[in-house]
Nanobody, 121 residues
Framework: QVQRVESGGGLAQPGGSLRLSCAAS????????QGWYRQAPGKQRELVAA???????KYADSVKGRFTISRDNAKNTLYLQMNSLKPEDTAVYYC???????????????WGQGTQVTVSS
């Protein structure tokens, strides 16, 4: 079964940075598009960023220019570099996978525990 373990969250000040990691247990990590999602209290989970197997990327408008998604297929690991953090970035962040960038809003895998990101002064 595909498993994802997210890490790297924590408390950051507005304007600060964090780098999230997602370690995947499955050999097929490298043949799927991957994405980062977040869920803030009282809100639905949303797609934040996605990366294809060809390293094409897409971002939610709210994070464009601030977040960067990347992947290391040799390590089966997905990353999210988050800069210029804002209080509205506070959420639990999850990773998941899908078939195409266009369908990443409907990911294929089970959800992990996620990692909490809190942006506050």
């Amino acid at each position: 079964q595909v498993q994802r373990v997210e890490s790297g969250g924590g408390l950051a000040q507005p304007g600060g940075s964090l780098r999230l990691s997602c370690a995947a247990s499955d050999f097929f990590f490298r043949i799927y598009d991957q994405g980062w999602y977040r869920q803030a209290p009282g809100k639905q989970r949303e797609l934040v960023a996605a990366i294809s197997i060809a390293n094409n990327t897409k971002y939610a408008d709210s994070v464009k220019g601030r977040f960067t998604i990347s992947r290391d297929n040799a390590k089966n690991t997905l990353y999210l570099q988050m800069n210029s953090l804002k209080p509205e970035d506070t959420a639990v962040y999850y990773c998941n996978y899908g078939l195409t960038l266009a369908t990443m809003s409907r990911p294929r895998g089970p959800w992990g525990q996620g990692t909490q990101v809190t942006v506050s002064s």
